[in-house]
């Protein structure tokens, strides 16, 4: 497309663009240049999901892009690790540099001992899975499978479902009963919000349920504040009332689902005087809610992702996909799920990931549990290659992962942005571009919109993209596959190159020219059953699962750290710490940026005045909140927000920016997810104290 000229006097040039983040929202930007500098970002108004605002984070990415932590150029580790001393360097010695230290690895180790470290800092399709894959793939290093996120939830809805599709948020509006269940959409997915309250205004009741009270809680019709974990048993208790009512579509589940008869069983175990002892949720509430929600149509539920970062975290969100078909919600228009739309875009991974290029039978290595993996993998991992990612403040069991990257015998590589904390522990340090500075394919796991960023600027200093820095390793590893030569226009066209329906009449030339296209998934896509599941069927008992030694129904299990589970550490650590993603960051981008850090303020605890009270702890207090996987401080808020019993923190402060030197994930634990080998970062059982009370 070409630039248009805004109507201001001064010579800018308006140019389309994406924002790259982490969030479901994936807007469409409109980027204001003048004399080869962003001046201005703003969402663009032609885009019927962006609607031409920005969130509080992107509004100010000018910022960003000239931050004083930015890498301009090539480095070496010239102090000790963690120092964050460097010596500038050229291209060309960095990539020899990283080369020959791959080679030196594979040599001593196999190529196993060389570990990609990535995940979705930048989600453009090219730097997020393209020539990164194509490069591990014929080295033959250890393969990532990249689970800090959504897999739990992925591996449970795609069981039920077939894959991870559900109604398209602009139907939204037709609701007459909207849940928000475990999302925070005013931090995490702000444009959900013109819907959400397009939907109040045609009649909609609006019902929020989550751990903890957001302002989303405040705004909707009625409020349903589950113990932590617990979010399962609800929606089994939810459906044992609509069951037990004869509230249930039996029309729906005979054609378009399997496993009903035995779903009807399982029931039983949850009737309401059960489900209110394990949810902390009253009967009354509970029959008023499975009513509403059986007798209103359309009905939906808007599905969040924090949910499934619960060690039951997989059976919560089976349990919660199950609801729409007990009741047939989706045969409605702006009935059903409104949660992940990553399969509307099918694009041709295989030709963008290579793995016909791949080496031998490397093993897979989960990276929640690279805090065990740095110390114990067997062959070792001598050499680290970390992008698109900030271990050193996502990673869960952080005492163990700073421990990892500390070791004198691993060669730590990273490309990045920022000099973020993990940045300061790397042996070779290289700079990455942001996305105006190059071109890339995007789609959004939310919307069905596929989406085209151009290069809008010349990078700054020598920064090159993911895709550009393994070309040149390739090049110095001295793999000659013209894989290796492909560009970033043969990328996108191989990408969209394909037999897959919805990609049908997409091309770059369509792209360029219209800046988005949406994707095709129909307005009620499960109204006659889920075709990608092996019955054709939507799923209440899973065979596939039953197969993997896995329970074939939605059930409940207690949260691996509690008090049903481990009474002994409950009575050490009483309370159940859960976090919240932080409305001005998105995981650890932004978290360094002086605008952001003024509006966060402090990295805060909340605490209910009970919890608060019986510590001796006040409103602003710095209090120290430990476990037996280590410790951090944080700042005391104090107040309803949170049950007793339960603390509450935001994600994902740079441990720089911290009380001495340590965000909460300190505390969090590696431990895996019932499905999908996901993180559970909310089975978190910590003490608080007043800090300072320790030593006394």
Excluded at 59 to 82: C, F, I, M, W
Excluded at 108 to 115: A, R, Y
Excluded at 173 to 192: E, K
Excluded at 612 to 626: E, H, K, S, Y
Aim: hydrophobic share 40%; proline share 7%.
């Amino acid at each position: 497309m070409a630039p248009y000229l805004s109507s201001a006097a001064a010579p800018t040039v308006v140019q389309r663009s994406v924002c790259p983040h982490d969030c479901p929202d994936t807007c469409a930007l409109l980027v204001q240049v003048r004399d080869g500098q962003v001046v201005k970002v703003e969402g663009d108004p032609r885009h019927p999901v962006t609607q031409g605002f920005l969130c509080a984070k992107v509004n100010h990415y000018p910022e960003r892009l000239t931050s004083r932590d930015r890498l301009l150029e090539p480095q070496k580790r010239v102090g000790a690790k963690g120092e964050g001393r460097f010596a500038r360097i050229s291209w060309d010695e960095a990539v020899t540099t990283i080369a020959a230290r791959f080679r030196a690895a594979a040599a001593e180790f196999g190529p196993e001992s060389i570990l990609p470290y990535s995940y979705a800092g930048n989600e453009g399709v090219l730097a997020n899975m393209s020539m990164d894959r194509r490069f591990f793939h014929r080295l033959g290093a250890s393969l990532l499978d990249r689970t800090i996120c959504t897999t739990a939830g992925r591996a449970a809805y795609n069981a039920t479902m077939g894959e991870a599709l559900s109604i398209d948020p602009e139907l939204i509006p037709h609701a007459r009963l909207l849940i928000t269940w475990g999302a925070n959409p005013l931090s995490t997915n702000i444009h959900y919000l013109p819907f959400w309250q397009k939907a109040r205004e045609n009649g909609a009741f609006t019902i929020d349920i989550n751990v903890h009270r957001t302002r989303m809680s405040d705004a909707s019709h009625l409020f349903l504040q589950p113990n932590p974990g617990t979010d399962a048993a609800l929606a089994l208790g939810l459906m044992h009332l609509i069951v037990r009512d004869g509230l249930h579509d039996v029309e729906f589940l005979r054609q378009a689902t399997v496993g009903f008869e035995a779903l009807e069983v399982r029931l039983k175990e949850y009737p309401p005087e059960r489900t209110a002892r394990i949810t902390g949720i009253g009967v009354a509430v509970l029959e008023q809610v499975a009513r509403r929600y059986a007798t209103t149509r359309p009905a939906l539920i808007r599905l969040g992702t924090g949910l499934q970062r619960q060690s039951n975290g997989g059976q919560t969100h089976r349990a919660i996909a199950v609801l729409p078909a007990l009741v047939g919600a989706w045969r409605d228009l702006g009935g059903g799920i409104c949660g992940s739309n990553a399969a509307a875009a099918p694009l041709n991974l295989a030709a963008l990931h290579r793995p016909d290029l791949m080496q031998g039978r490397p093993r897979t290595i989960n990276m929640v549990e690279l805090a065990r993996v740095l110390h114990e993998a067997q062959p070792p991992i001598a050499a680290m290659f970390v992008y698109n990612s900030n271990p050193l403040a996502v990673a869960p069991n952080q005492n163990r992962v700073l421990a990892g990257l500390r070791r004198q015998d691993l060669f730590l590589a990273v490309h990045e942005q920022m000099m973020t904390e993990t940045a300061r522990y790397a042996d070779i340090l290289l700079p990455a571009t942001m996305m105006v500075e190059h071109a890339d394919l995007y789609k959004s796991y939310w919307h069905p919109y596929l989406m085209l960023g151009e290069k809008v600027v010349e990078p700054p200093g020598e920064c090159k993209s993911n895709m550009e820095v393994f070309r040149l390793l390739a090049r110095a590893m001295g793999f000659d596959e013209p894989a290796f030569r492909d560009s970033d226009e043969d990328l996108i066209r191989q990408a969209l190159a394909g037999t897959q329906p919805r990609l049908r009449g997409v091309s770059l030339e369509r792209l360029r020219q219209e800046g988005w296209v949406k994707l095709e998934i129909g307005p009620t896509p499960f109204a006659a059953g889920a075709p990608r599941t092996p019955s054709g069927k939507i799923e209440l008992y899973s065979a596939a699962l039953e197969g993997q030694g896995r329970d074939p129904l939605p059930g409940y299990e207690p949260p691996a750290e509690g008090a049903e589970r481990t009474p002994e550490l409950i009575a050490r650590y009483p309370l159940r710490l859960v976090n919240s993603s932080a409305k001005h960051f998105c995981n650890s981008s932004f978290a360094n940026l002086p605008t952001m850090l003024r509006k966060a303020q402090r990295p805060v605890l909340q605490l209910n005045p009970v919890d608060a009270a019986a510590r001796g702890i006040a409103d602003g207090d710095l209090v120290r909140v430990f476990n037996d996987r280590g410790e951090c401080r944080l700042y005391a808020q104090v107040g309803e927000r949170t049950k007793p019993g339960v603390a509450m923190a935001f994600k994902t402060w740079w441990s720089a920016h911290c009380p001495e030197g340590a965000n909460i994930n300190r505390l969090t634990s590696e431990r895996l997810a019932d499905l999908g080998g996901g993180a559970t970062y909310y089975t978190n059982l910590v003490e608080v104290e007043r800090a300072g009370a320790e030593a006394s």
